[in-house]
């Protein structure tokens, strides 16, 4: 009978072990969850910090190749996040165990676990068991595991941080885009795009079609046979190119979503192509009779250029007043720049002398330019890239995707360099604003080409 | 085992107190070697032998002498000779003539028959003498002419090995070599021993021992003790930690075990080692380890003493190949590699 009670008041000891046993395992595999939760919360908010982030800032390529980095990096960290939380997960073999480590209890709980489960009692069990409980307060859970949240949680919460971080950057770069995306074509800058430099590539899917080019026929000579390069290209097959253009347009269209459309660095803007040749001065364009009549030419051909009468509304989407904008044939080169530089109204209003009748508007206010100041990339700072009501000597006006941002895979060195900074002068008593020129008619070879252009 | 004997189940603080009090008598004597007596008397106590090696002088005879006096249990001396023959350590049948006249073959026992034998110089004898050791440290029991005589427990084997002097000498075969639990290195002492050594030798009295049991129940005591040590509880993990450490003594390339995927390998081993230790090391590991625990005050085995005994229960069981001896690697190193290698990480 004693035998027996003693017997019950033994197990009733090492039941109260037992429990503390199961009291550490809980603790422990509390720990174990929080890591798992916590540290794949970790890694996948910093990865979509990155790559929201990269998606700002990066080209479309290393965009490509940090995205596809950071995906493998944080499939393969949370896989393994996740495994060292399963590992540190605990049953009550292995909570004695390491309660035996922390506690340095030499094996005492881990012989009694394992005792207790096989249902061995050896002569020397109530023996271990009065000696276990003598040591019952070093093996309490709080002590062998003091922390009841995971270290993860603060880099959870760092992470958090970043990425909210991120995040408001990104909704108020979108933001911004969406309320500055009619001036986006407004953008100030220097409307001169060496077409020659454009690398031809299969269109991106998002990008507007039907976008029409006009140029000087040097100018539509290089795009065309750049087009019939890429089209070579294209038939006889350098995969690898493909395959980088392939994933040039999938990233660029993946970090178009992110951004909203279209990023910061790489807004589409309507530009204006002009002569390059014109460059040395629009005053001295008149020394240029053959460039002039080229211009006089082309302008003429409106009925030739396809897609005219569609381009002739577009601009008006672009002034919030709809004020009509007076009709000018296209400068080109410093004339352009000059006339930027005019906004004083000139005394002699030029317009009637090189525009057709039909072109001659004048807007409500009044002539927003004279000369050369008032055409397409005149003065007026709402039209400078050729926003005009009606195309000056038909389709001279044309807007064309340029990404503004460095390319990785640019063909050419010798980009055009920089244009002076620009000084609004008033013209000196000597001085003659600019005159507008007609263009030259486009020349019957070339309309194949800009009618292969404007498809594309 | 007699009732007052029943009546007296020693407990882990017995054991512990013995242990400590035997190993007291013995350094009355021994100058030093605490670890070596340490050892000595785990094995005695695990039910095991001993090898003990060690230079001339350095008291491995005395050690042995000294344990059957504190232990107050009879003790042999055999010393082995390249021409001692199995008969002369077993017995052998002699005719004897009887009170009738009558004369008839009768068994006279040799010197194993006895609680503590000391086989000096064991590796002087040939291996036939040496392999006759084999059935009494084994089974406690030799065969004569087709007759088992059962040997009276505890018995306790204690062969020593002269490292030097290798001449004419025959070393133990692996199999041997196996059945030794431990093997107990003495090592040469420093000054402050040696002078210890010459004071108490030299002087006009010989250091008493004392007795730690009277004659008819050390035998009993002794047995009792040897079965709580087999009481003392091991944990699966720590089966498991011995386990791969014996295995880990087996190099990765050996064709006489099967593949270690899951094991630990230990680059020493597979460089030195051409076969490591046997399944007995882990018995020896695991009954080390369980005295080490009641002389710890446990009633069960943990990680410490497992690595505590590791040295004495493993090198012996290390056969190195010739790269070691070249570049003169012995076991010991090899078996701190191990223990190492597969020492759970404290976390």
């Known amino acids: 009978m004693e035998h027996e009670a003693a017997q019950a008041r033994g197990e009733d000891k090492a039941r109260l072990i037992l429990d503390q046993v199961d009291a550490i395992r809980s603790r422990l595999n509390a720990i174990a969850l929080q890591q798992g939760l916590f540290g794949g919360l970790t890694l996948i908010l910093g990865a979509v910090a990155l790559v929201v982030a990269s998606a700002f800032l990066l080209g479309p390529l290393a965009f490509l190749m940090l995205g596809l980095v950071v995906v493998l990096a944080t499939l393969a960290g949370v896989v393994r996040v996740v495994r060292g939380a399963w590992a540190?997960?605990?049953?009550?073999?292995?909570?004695?165990?390491?309660?035996?480590?922390?506690?340095?209890?030499?094996?005492?709980?881990?012989?009694?676990?394992?005792?207790?489960?096989?249902?061995?009692?050896?002569?020397?069990?109530?023996?271990?068991?009065?000696?276990?409980?003598?040591?019952?307060?070093?093996?309490?859970?709080?002590?062998?595991?003091?922390?009841?949240?995971?270290?993860?949680?603060?880099?959870?919460?760092?992470?958090?941080?970043?990425?909210?971080?991120?995040?408001?950057?990104?909704y108020r770069a979108r933001s911004a885009q969406h309320a500055g995306g009619g001036s986006v074509a407004a953008a100030p800058g220097e409307p001169s795009v060496d077409l020659g430099d454009?690398?031809?590539?299969?269109?991106?899917?998002?990008?507007?079609?039907?976008?029409?080019?006009?140029a000087d026929p040097a100018t539509l000579q290089k795009l065309a046979e750049k087009l019939r390069e890429a089209q070579r290209n294209g038939k006889t097959g350098n995969s690898s190119s493909r395959l980088m253009a392939d994933a040039r347009d999938i990233a660029s269209a993946l970090q178009n979503r992110l951004t909203g459309g279209r990023s910061a660095a790489q807004a589409w803007q309507r530009l204006k192509i002009t002569d390059r040749k014109g460059v040395s001065g629009g005053k001295h364009a008149a020394d240029e009779p053959k460039s002039a009549a080229n211009d006089r030419s082309a302008g003429g051909s409106q009925a030739d250029a396809p897609n005219a009468a569609d381009d002739q509304s577009e601009p008006n989407r672009s002034q919030p007043n709809g004020a009509a904008t007076p009709a000018m044939p296209d400068m080109s080169g410093q004339a352009a720049l000059n006339g930027l530089n005019s906004d004083a109204p000139a005394p002699g209003n030029s317009l009637g002398q090189n525009t057709p009748l039909d072109a001659r508007r004048v807007p409500p206010g009044g002539p927003l330019g004279t000369g050369g100041s008032a055409h397409g990339s005149g003065s007026d700072p709402q039209h400078l890239y050729g926003d005009s009501e009606t195309p000056p000597l038909g389709s001279d006006t044309f807007k064309i995707p340029v990404e503004a941002a460095p390319s990785d895979d640019g063909t050419s060195n010798n980009a055009p360099a920089p244009p002076p900074t620009r000084a609004r002068t008033a013209l000196n008593a000597e001085q003659a604003p600019d005159e507008p020129f007609e263009r030259a008619s486009i020349p019957a070879s070339d309309r194949v080409t800009i009618q292969r252009v404007f498809e594309r | 085992?007699?009732?007052?004997?029943?009546?007296?189940?020693?407990?882990?603080?017995?054991?512990?107190?013995t242990f400590r009090h035997v190993q007291a008598e013995i350094h009355k004597v021994i100058v030093g070697h605490q670890q070596a007596v340490e050892e000595l008397l785990c094995a005695l106590f695990a039910g095991g032998h001993v090898l003990i090696e060690g230079v001339p002088g350095t008291g491995k005879t005395t050690l042995v002498k000294t344990l059957g006096l504190a232990l107050n249990l009879s003790f042999n001396r055999i010393q082995f000779t390249v021409d001692l023959m199995p008969a002369d350590i077993t017995g052998t049948r002699?005719?004897?003539?009887g009170e009738d006249g009558r004369r008839e073959f009768s068994f006279q026992p040799g010197p194993v028959f006895c609680h503590i034998l000391l086989g000096d110089e064991i590796n002087r004898a040939t291996p036939k003498t040496q392999s006759a050791l084999l059935e009494c440290m084994a089974e406690l029991q030799v065969t004569v002419s087709g007759i088992t005589h059962p040997l009276k427990p505890p018995y306790f084997v204690m062969a020593t090995l002269n490292p030097i002097e290798m001449e004419g000498t025959y070393p133990l075969p692996e199999a041997q070599l196996d059945r030794f639990l431990f093997k107990v290195r003495l090592e040469y002492p420093d000054e402050a021993q040696m002078v210890r050594i010459v004071t108490s030798t030299t002087g006009p009295e010989d250091a008493g021992v004392e007795p730690v049991f009277s004659v008819a129940e050390a035998a009993e005591r002794i047995e009792a003790l040897k079965h709580l040590v087999r009481e003392v509880m091991v944990a699966q993990p720590i089966e498991h930690y011995a386990?791969?450490?014996?295995?880990?003594?087996?190099?990765?390339?050996s064709r006489y075990i099967g593949p270690q995927s899951s094991g630990t390998r230990v680059e020493a081993v597979d460089r030195y080692v051409s076969f490591g230790a046997s399944p007995r090391g882990a018995q020896a590991l695991i009954m080390g380890a369980k005295v080490r625990a009641l002389l710890d005050g446990r009633a069960n085995v943990a990680y410490e003493d497992i690595e505590q005994v590791a040295p004495a229960a493993l090198q012996h069981r290390v056969m190195l190949n010739y790269a070691a001896h070249s570049d003169g690697i012995d076991a010991a190193h090899i078996v701190e590699r191990v223990v190492q290698a597969v020492r759970p990480s404290r976390g």
């Open chain 1, 88 to 170: 540190t997960s605990a049953s009550n073999e292995r909570a004695a165990l390491i309660a035996d480590r922390r506690a340095a209890l030499k094996g005492r709980l881990s012989t009694m676990v394992d005792a207790a489960r096989a249902g061995e009692r050896s002569a020397l069990w109530s023996y271990l068991v009065e000696d276990t409980l003598a040591l019952r307060d070093e093996f309490v859970a709080a002590k062998i595991e003091p922390r009841r949240i995971s270290r993860w949680l603060w880099t959870a919460l760092a992470s958090c941080a970043i990425a909210a971080l991120v995040l408001r950057f990104a």
């Open chain 2, 1 to 17: 085992m007699n009732a007052a004997a029943r009546s007296e189940v020693p407990t882990v603080a017995d054991f512990a107190r």
């Open chain 1, 198 to 214: 454009l690398d031809i590539r299969p269109a991106d899917p998002s990008n507007e079609p039907g976008a029409q080019i006009d």
């Open chain 2, 94 to 97: 002699v005719i004897l003539s």
């Open chain 2, 243 to 253: 386990a791969r450490m014996v295995r880990a003594t087996q190099p990765s390339t």
